[in-house]
C-alpha cells in the first residue's frame, strides 16, 4: 500500500492497483485465498497498514487452523504460504509472515 507517493529507487516490482468496493473501510474484492489443502473464493478484505494481523470469519480460520496442525517455531519454515488473489493477482504471505512468533523456553 502506498500512501503519498512512490520512490521508484526502492521499488522492485510494478505497482498492480486495485479498487475499492467500500470506500469507507479500505475493503477490496478477494477472488480467493488459498494456504495448503484450504482454498476459498468469493471473499472481501480490508486493507490495513496500522495492524499487523490477518484476521477472517471463524469458520475459514479454524479450517486454515487444521490444515496447518501443530506450528512450532521449529516448523515454521515447512508451512504453506497464505496466497490472496486479488484481481486475477496472487499476493503469498510466506508463513515468516503470517506466524506470530512466541517461542518461550523453559
Excluded: Q
Excluded at 31 to 54: F, P, Q, R
Excluded at 63 to 86: E, R, W
Amino acid at each position: 500500500m502506498v500512501l503519498g507517493g512512490v520512490n521508484p529507487d526502492y521499488a522492485t516490482e510494478e505497482f498492480t492497483y486495485h479498487p475499492l468496493s467500500h470506500e469507507n473501510y479500505w475493503m477490496v474484492d478477494v477472488d480467493g485465498l488459498k494456504i495448503g489443502s484450504v482454498s476459498e473464493t468469493g471473499l472481501s478484505g480490508i486493507v490495513d497498514t496500522g495492524t499487523s494481523a490477518i484476521v477472517g470469519p471463524k469458520d475459514i480460520v479454524a479450517k486454515i487452523t487444521a490444515a496447518l496442525g501443530t506450528v512450532t517455531c521449529d516448523n515454521i519454515s515447512t508451512l504453506p504460504d497464505l496466497v490472496f488473489t486479488i484481481g486475477g493477482k496472487p499476493y503469498p504471505v510466506s508463513a515468516e509472515n503470517y506466524v506470530l512468533k512466541v517461542c518461550i523456553s523453559s
